[in-house]
Nanobody, 124 residues
Framework: QVHLVESGGGLVQVGDSLRLSCENPRGTLGRFVMGWFRQAPGKEREFVAVISWSGTSLDLHDSVRGRFIVSRDNTKNTGYLQMNNLKPEDTAVYYC?????????????????WGQGTQVTVSS
């Protein structure tokens, strides 16, 4: 059973860092791909990053590549999104999502399970 719980959002300054966590307290995430998405006010939800079961394959949107790091610890049933050098345009509600396959999908509709979302606000 999958129930994703996110944590780690907050209000930060430009250039600061945050680490988001996404845990399944009800069981394993070991055979679930994990994606990260975000939705800014008035905009559609968009892809940010995705990581494979083992953590050896990943994909990031161009806008965050070089600043964000996606990882996971399957022993803790938890995925992470390390966000560095944050910019005002990174302000959004961030969601983690998972699905029982191992493709690095960027498509929202392919994910079965979603976290509740966590607000990230970057102030200039």
């Amino acid at each position: 059973q999958v129930h994703l719980v996110e944590s780690g959002g907050g209000l930060v300054q430009v250039g600061d860092s945050l680490r988001l966590s996404c845990e399944n307290p009800r069981g394993t995430l070991g055979r679930f791909v994990m994606g990260w998405f975000r939705q800014a006010p008035g905009k559609e939800r968009e892809f940010v990053a995705v990581i494979s079961w083992s953590g050896t394959s990943l994909d990031l949107h161009d806008s965050v590549r070089g600043r964000f790091i996606v990882s996971r610890d399957n022993t803790k049933n938890t995925g992470y999104l390390q966000m560095n050098n944050l910019k005002p345009e990174d302000t959004a509600v961030y969601y983690c999502a998972s699905a029982p396959f191992n493709s690095l999908s960027r498509k929202i509709e392919t994910y079965n399970f979603w976290g509740q979302g966590t607000q990230v606000t970057v102030s200039s």
